[in-house]
């Protein structure tokens, strides 16, 4: 593969042009944040919008602005300073990784060579059709350096390749993985929409499955997140669609989700409803789910979501446009979160890490022959500490058939809560670690919107952890949701049944 490069950067427009603040711009941003306290509401507004595109080189006036004697500007500065944060904290996380197609034109290039350097240097994991699709020269080339999902689009539009995407979770890993396949096209079929591709990670219309029952009277679209492993995707949670607009110009009106994708915090209370149902409330507001139906998003995997738009009278078949915001969680690098020494000496012991609390009660069995066993309580909000094993996540539960008024409240576990189970560390007085497994795991909900976990442990001595076990660990990654812009062009919609009409009531 001589000559062929593949070079690893952060993308220009996700990172800050440069160090050198212009000399004109102190000035300019003194006059917008002098502006967040101006009478007419609008202005307040134009200002506010204007410093969030500045950027970080507003924050030392933003921070200075937080002692104002206005407390509009007062107020407005603090959450721009939260804003801007967020948003330099996305640029980093979704910096991508950055390719260039630059062999010489004289230097055959296979794809099977392509997809190899691309793996490579990202992680993704690329799966093509068969060897001899693998041996396809690839005659791309790129000028300058582009992102990893644009030089996948790049190629597949030269071979006439479908890309498709799937997430995968491996054990031991909390994030998914993204494996991606290059199949040919089959002959007149039409290319689909192409993929926004500025970062790390690429949003997708796609085909909806076949297993999948599109909703009655609606047009559908169904969006796909694909990431780079470096992201440490762990789920889509929601879609804003800003605007939609057909072929012909008009504007389609979105629907509210049926029942809403997988939530930030993957609690939910459940307020029975009389004749059946629930109303549903999580993070992001409240939501009306009939009985039987799964308190889940439709999709079959974490990354996929599905948006709804009325029908017009006229339905078109695509959008020349769809505008929107992914909401998305992705894990931080793994780090202890909490632990608990000095077992050895005391029988019950506990601390309190940031978001996570951890409790532990020994229960020795010395001189009965049994083993001894440590009763462990993990506490956290769930969804926002991602654990090892998603293998240990509880099957989804469904809205039964309430009865009654309506005046009780039940908490109803999603399918995001993880088990601490496979992420304890027991370790003696040298810190040499025990082998360890799970009895029993019992999960409640706590009235502060946390889970307690307990569970019973066994430890067993290895070759170098000996005696009475003296601390306790929880290791995990702590989790951020992201905003993430998108644009789609070109993108079919799908249309579900029509519904029946209404049977007529019995006289």
């Not at 996700?14 to 003194?30: F, K, N």
């Not at 609606?218 to 780079?228: K, P, R, T």
């Not at 992914?326 to 050895?344: H, N, S, Y």
Request: glycine letters at 8%.
């Amino acid at each position: 593969m001589r000559g062929f490069g593949i070079v690893l950067a952060a993308l220009a427009a996700l990172a800050p042009a440069s160090d050198q603040v212009p000399a004109q711009e102190p000035a300019r941003v003194g006059g917008l944040v002098a502006r967040l306290g101006h009478p007419e509401f609008a202005e307040r507004e134009a200002a506010t919008a204007a410093l969030v595109a500045v950027g970080e080189s507003a924050l030392p006036a933003l921070r200075a602005a937080l002692a104002a004697e206005d407390a509009e500007v007062a107020r407005r500065a603090a959450g721009l300073i939260v804003a801007i944060a967020r948003q330099a904290e996305a640029r980093r996380l979704l910096a991508p990784t950055v390719v260039a197609l630059a062999a010489p034109a004289d230097a055959p290039v296979t794809l099977a060579q392509v997809a190899a350097a691309w793996q490579k240097a990202s992680g993704v994991e690329f799966q093509l059709a068969s060897a001899e699709a693998g041996a396809t020269r690839v005659a791309s080339r790129t000028s300058a350096p582009v992102t990893l999902w644009a030089a996948v689009e790049l190629v597949a539009d030269e071979l006439n390749l479908d890309v498709s995407g799937r997430v995968v979770a491996r054990p031991g890993e909390s994030e998914l993985r993204p494996v991606v396949a290059l199949t040919p096209r089959a002959a007149g079929t039409r290319a689909g929409p192409k993929r926004f591709t500025p970062h790390a990670l690429a949003v997708a219309a796609v085909t909806p499955p076949a297993n999948v029952a599109l909703p009655k009277d609606s047009l559908s679209v169904i969006l796909e997140a694909l990431a780079e492993p470096k992201v440490r995707f762990q789920r889509l949670d929601a879609v804003v669609v800003t605007k939609a607009v057909a072929a012909r110009g008009q504007e389609l009106r979105t629907l509210p989700a049926l029942v809403r994708p997988a939530p930030v915090a993957p609690t939910f209370r459940a307020r029975g409803l009389r004749g059946g149902g629930a109303i549903v409330a999580d993070a992001d507001g409240v939501a009306l789910v009939p009985a039987g139906v799964p308190l889940t998003n439709f999709a079959p995997t974490a990354a996929q979501a599905l948006v709804r738009f009325a029908v017009p009278e006229a339905a078109p078949d695509r959008l020349a446009l769809l505008e929107g915001i992914l909401r998305t969680t992705v894990c931080l690098p793994r780090e202890e979160l909490a632990r608990v020494a000095g077992i050895d000496k005391k029988p019950l012991a506990g601390t309190a890490g940031r978001g996570v609390g951890l409790t532990v009660q020994t229960l020795m069995n010395s001189g009965t022959g049994g083993t001894d066993m440590l009763v462990v309580t993990v506490t956290c909000v769930p969804g926002e500490i991602a654990f090892r094993d998603r293998s240990l996540k509880r099957p989804a539960e469904t809205v039964t058939n309430f009865r009654g008024g309506g005046n009780g409240v039940l908490q109803v576990f999603g399918t995001a809560f993880e088990s601490a189970a496979g992420a304890l560390v027991v370790a003696d007085a040298d810190g040499e670690s025990f082998d360890v497994s799970s009895q029993t795991s019992t999960v409640r909900p706590l009235p502060d919107g946390r889970v307690a976990e307990q569970l019973i442990l066994r430890f067993l001595p290895t070759e170098k952890a000996r005696g009475a076990p003296a601390s306790v660990a929880v290791s995990g990654a702590r989790t951020r949701t992201l905003d993430v812009p998108f644009t789609l062009r070109d993108v079919p919609l799908h249309a579900g049944p029509t519904a029946a009409p209404p049977t007529p009531a019995a006289p």
